[in-house]
């Protein structure tokens, strides 16, 4: 089965907190909603349903999903709109199976540093030889917002490995943020209210998704004066003492079994110049999630290589809280890419660096202490 033509992609399931944003990417104007459960959940803007963007976005209950099992994307083709009875096509529709996360025997996969390739990552996560239960995208999946279609091509990568059947989790990397529509990536990627950075739970799984920003300093030349991230990291900083606080809702809530930080940039260690920046923000990161959230394990991208580093290590420079696995290895020469295969069984994680034509490259078990 395929998508329909007018879909640009097969619809994505991104978690977000304790919902669903079901994203989905089109190549001509339309207005579009999802039911489930015979509750429409549309597309608007106050009111008003939103036609003139090729991404729609769809907020649903998580619990609603998980309970129907299923959605259907509704949708009528916008041929004239205007300020007095505009021209619609009639109301069409394509149903998904939705397959929420269990609590044990989970196999996840983590894609990240596409830069703007598709086949090999999506070939890559097909190591299971299934679809996985949860997908992470963990950042730089465009080479660059400059271009609208680079930021189609995250919801390519997911629904061309999940099928619209499986929760995704989406991690903003440094690349995201260069061009012009990275102001905008609110309106093409899950978001928590816009911010990039946000908890999640699925399943017996809890998530806390971190956005390092740019991997340079704000006033280097490279960036021409359009970055701030010193004050975003520093809203991280208590965004991290509120999840603290908040234990119960969250990492300690009942049914939680694995904890985990999604991190596009591995901030337990120090890069060389002119990457070696904020040392005091990323130790403090290390604290709060070491002493008081205590996660099973990180993991992360941007280096282009796979390797765990486990706290003590030599390249653990900031007393990293858990091993910190480092998971993507595009070769941009040729369309292959190595990513991470996980499996969470049994309080074990069974990590497997797996590559575009189905080999492992390396693997290593980590304890779960939770």
């Given at each position: 089965?395929?998508?329909p033509?007018?879909?640009?992609?097969?619809?994505?399931?991104?978690?977000?907190?304790?919902?669903?944003?079901?994203?989905?990417?089109?190549?001509?104007?339309c207005?579009?909603?999802?039911?489930?459960?015979?509750?429409?959940?549309?597309?608007?803007?106050?009111?008003?349903?939103?036609?003139?963007?090729?991404?729609?976005?769809?907020?649903?209950?998580?619990?609603?999903?998980?309970?129907?099992?299923?959605?259907?994307?509704?949708?009528?083709?916008?041929?004239?709109?205007?300020?007095?009875?505009?021209?619609?096509?009639?109301?069409?529709?394509?149903?998904?199976a939705?397959?929420p996360?269990?609590?044990?025997?989970?196999?996840?996969?983590?894609?990240?540093?596409?830069?703007?390739?598709?086949?090999?990552?999506?070939?890559?996560?097909?190591?299971?030889?299934?679809?996985?239960?949860?997908?992470?995208?963990?950042?730089?999946?465009?080479?660059?917002?400059?271009?609208?279609?680079?930021?189609?091509?995250?919801?390519?990568?997911?629904?061309?490995?999940?099928?619209?059947?499986?929760p995704?989790?989406?991690?903003?990397?440094?690349?995201?943020?260069?061009?012009?529509?990275?102001?905008?990536?609110?309106?093409?990627?899950?978001t928590?209210?816009?911010?990039?950075?946000?908890?999640?739970?699925?399943g017996?799984?809890?998530?806390?998704?971190?956005?390092?920003?740019e991997?340079k300093?704000?006033?280097?030349?490279?960036?021409?004066?359009?970055?701030?991230?010193?004050?975003?990291?520093?809203?991280?900083?208590?965004?991290?003492?509120?999840?603290?606080?908040n234990?119960?809702?969250?990492?300690?809530?009942?049914?939680?079994?694995?904890?985990?930080?999604?991190?596009?940039?591995?901030?337990?260690?120090t890069?060389?110049?002119?990457?070696?920046?904020?040392?005091?923000?990323?130790?403090?990161?290390?604290?709060?999630?070491?002493?008081?959230?205590?996660?099973?394990?990180?993991?992360?991208?941007?280096?282009?290589?796979?390797?765990?580093?486990?706290?003590?290590?030599?390249?653990?420079?900031?007393?990293?809280?858990?091993?910190?696995?480092?998971?993507s290895?595009?070769?941009?020469?040729?369309?292959?890419?190595?990513?991470?295969?996980?499996?969470?069984?049994?309080?074990?994680?069974?990590?497997?660096?797996?590559?575009?034509?189905?080999?492992v490259?390396?693997?290593?078990?980590?304890?779960?202490?939770?």
């Amino acid at each position: 089965m395929s998508h329909p033509s007018l879909f640009a992609a097969w619809p994505a399931v991104y978690a977000v907190e304790r919902r669903y944003e079901i994203i989905v990417p089109v190549v001509r104007n339309c207005v579009m909603w999802v039911s489930v459960a015979d509750k429409n959940y549309y597309d608007d803007s106050n009111g008003i349903l939103r036609s003139g963007s090729l991404t729609h976005k769809m907020s649903v209950p998580a619990e609603e999903l998980d309970g129907a099992g299923k959605y259907t994307v509704c949708w009528r083709e916008v041929f004239n709109r205007k300020p007095y009875h505009s021209e619609l096509g009639e109301v069409e529709s394509f149903t998904v199976a939705f397959h929420p996360l269990g609590t044990d025997d989970l196999h996840i996969y983590n894609i990240s540093d596409a830069h703007s390739a598709v086949d090999a990552p999506v070939s890559a996560a097909g190591f299971f030889g299934k679809e996985p239960d949860l997908l992470i995208l963990n950042g730089d999946i465009p080479d660059h917002s400059g271009k609208i279609e680079n930021l189609t091509v995250i919801h390519c990568i997911a629904g061309g490995v999940t099928h619209g059947a499986h929760p995704v989790i989406f991690a903003r990397g440094n690349h995201d943020l260069r061009g012009v529509y990275a102001e905008n990536i609110a309106d093409h990627t899950p978001t928590d209210n816009g911010r990039s950075y946000y908890t999640v739970r699925v399943g017996s799984v809890w998530a806390v998704v971190l956005d390092c920003g740019e991997d340079k300093p704000d006033d280097n030349p490279e960036y021409g004066n359009t970055i701030c991230c010193h004050d975003f990291r520093l809203k991280q900083t208590e965004f991290l003492n509120r999840i603290a606080k908040n234990a119960k809702d969250e990492f300690d809530a009942e049914g939680v079994r694995y904890r985990i930080v999604i991190s596009h940039n591995p901030f337990n260690e120090t890069l060389r110049p002119p990457f070696d920046i904020e040392k005091d923000i990323y130790t403090e990161w290390c604290s709060i999630l070491r002493d008081k959230i205590r996660p099973d394990f990180m993991i992360a991208g941007h280096l282009h290589n796979c390797y765990v580093t486990m706290p003590g290590d030599p390249k653990d420079s900031r007393k990293q809280p858990c091993p910190v696995i480092v998971g993507s290895k595009p070769l941009r020469e040729k369309p292959f890419f190595i990513g991470t295969a996980i499996t969470l069984k049994d309080g074990f994680a069974d990590i497997k660096f797996t590559d575009s034509e189905g080999n492992v490259t390396g693997s290593t078990v980590l304890p779960c202490i939770h």
